[in-house]
C-alpha cells in the first residue's frame, strides 16, 4: 500500500465513525489490538535453535 491508500483508508474510516458514531468504542478497542499486535510481532532471535533447524535439514536434504 501507498501512503495515498493509508490517507484513503484513514479519511474513509473518519467518515464512517462520523456517520455512525456507535462504532468508535468498537473501532477503538481494535485499533488498539492493532498496534499491540505489530509491536509485539517482531519474532525474537534464537541462534541456538536456528543452528539445530540448519543441521538437521542439512542432515536430511543435503547430506542423505
Given amino acids: 500500500m501507498t501512503n495515498k491508500s493509508y ?3 484513514i ?3 473518519q467518515n464512517l ?17 492493532i498496534t499491540a499486535e ?3 510481532s517482531s519474532k525474537p532471535f534464537d541462534p541456538v535453535h536456528r543452528i ?3 543441521f538437521n ?3 536430511t536434504e543435503i547430506y542423505e
Fill in 7 to 9: 490517507e484513503e483508508a
Fill in 17 to 33: 465513525l462520523s456517520e455512525k458514531g456507535e462504532l468508535g468504542p468498537v473501532v477503538s478497542k481494535r485499533i488498539d489490538e
Fill in 57 to 59: 535439514y542439512f542432515k
Fill in 38 to 40: 505489530l509491536q509485539t
Fill in 52 to 54: 539445530k533447524c540448519g
Fill in 11 to 13: 479519511v474513509s474510516l
